[in-house]
């Protein structure tokens, strides 16, 4: 097990143990230390929970023991919980302390303790699941190609022994036969998370402008998009409307993406061939077929996904996705 995949164990112990979300817990610590069990602020803050010395000591516990300061941040943070009975005030004071909290009788106004209060909100649902995302991964599983020389001497037998002639029903009948022989193969995909069902909006972002009036993306595409995202760990920004201003009305040139059937996700580089190769693999490719794709036009599983080519304009700093027609 790797490290981190041991500090996500601990913390859901941790969280359970404390009568507190596992979601928030985990979110926090992604947060305050990004998983470095020796992370050091300039404040002073030491760990993989990011303790002040002081409030460490009062816990007794050793802030850069990974284990110790999982379980004491779960401590800390259910006290403070219970003490303003609210999650969000209790985030703000971890982050800001509780002077801050009680100055303004609220979380504070400033803008670094907003916005971990926010994203750590966020961020709670994309680690629900108690196993951790980065050790086990998402199964996936692909038919296996059936057995064509047995398929063939079977066909050549049902022949031979019917005077030489081939009866079609009797051969689609052995094709079934050895497809069914052949069965699947289900792989690991490493770094990958089940998607919670139903809450694309958790990973879906639409950047302005990308729901144009009366054009709204087609519920598919954004599930799609959504799974995606959740297979990535990440929430993933809808970006079409900045570039594809082709939507001319009584002609046939408008876009899939004015109707809602195709969308563009910004990204480039090698984030930009993971998420494509990721893309293929949650349309039906199989994982060993889309380690080997480097980028182009492909039409799958009833999917277009297009990346790090340019067929049909510049796929270099965007991954488009959408739904065959
Ligand atoms: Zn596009």
Same mark, same amino acid.
């Given at each position: ?50 303790? &002040? ?5 009062? *816990?007794?516990?050793? %802030? ?5 300061? /999982? ?5 800390? *943070? ?9 999650? !969000? ?17 609220? /979380? ?12 750590? &909100? ?9 196993? %951790? ?17 047995? *398929? ?13 002639? =081939? ?8 094709? $079934? ?11 690991? $995909? ?21 729901? !144009? ?28 409307? +900045? ?19 195709? $969308?563009? /996700? +910004? &990204?480039?580089?090698?984030? *930009?061939?993971?998420?494509? !190769? ?8 199989? %994982? ?17 996904? /297009? ?8 796929? =270099? ?7 065959? !027609?």
């Amino acid at each position: 097990m790797s490290p981190k995949a041991q500090y996500i164990r601990w913390a859901d112990e941790a969280a359970r143990a404390h009568g507190i979300d596992p979601g928030i817990l985990k979110a926090l610590i992604s947060h305050e230390s990004g998983w470095k069990r020796n992370a050091r602020s300039p404040a002073g803050a030491l760990g993989i929970a990011q303790f &002040m010395p002081e409030t460490a000591k009062g *816990l007794g516990i050793n %802030p850069l023991n990974p284990k110790q300061a /999982i379980f004491g941040a779960a401590k800390y *943070l259910a006290g403070k919980i219970k003490h303003y009975g609210d999650v !969000r005030l209790a985030l703000a004071s971890y982050n800001a302390g509780d002077g801050a909290v009680k100055k303004y009788g609220g /979380i504070p106004p400033y803008a670094e303790t907003q916005n971990y209060v926010k994203n750590i &909100m966020r961020d709670a649902g994309h680690y629900s699941t108690s196993d %951790p995302q980065s050790s086990t991964g998402v199964e996936v599983t692909t038919p296996n190609a059936p057995d064509m020389k047995s *398929l063939a001497l079977a066909n050549l037998s049902q022949m031979s022994s019917q005077g030489g002639h =081939f009866d079609p029903m009797q051969g689609l009948s052995n094709l $079934v036969d050895a497809i069914a022989q052949a069965g699947s193969t289900t792989t690991q $995909v490493p770094g990958t998370q089940e998607a919670p069902p139903g809450d694309w909006g958790k990973y879906v972002r639409l950047k302005a402008g990308a729901d !144009r009036q009366g054009v709204h993306t087609a519920a598919g595409v954004k599930q799609f998009v959504g799974e995606l995202g959740a297979s990535l760990g990440r929430p993933l920004t809808i970006t079409t409307g +900045s570039n594809h201003n082709q939507y001319v009305v009584g002609t046939t040139r408008q876009s899939d993406h004015w109707t809602g059937h195709a $969308v563009d /996700i +910004s &990204m480039s580089g090698k984030a *930009l061939t993971r998420a494509g !190769r990721r893309a293929l693999i949650l349309a039906g490719m199989s %994982p060993k077929d889309a380690a080997k794709v480097k980028g182009g036009l492909f039409n799958i599983g009833g999917y277009q996904i /297009i990346f790090n080519t340019n067929e049909g304009g510049n796929h =270099f700093n965007h991954l488009h996705v959408g739904l065959r !027609r």
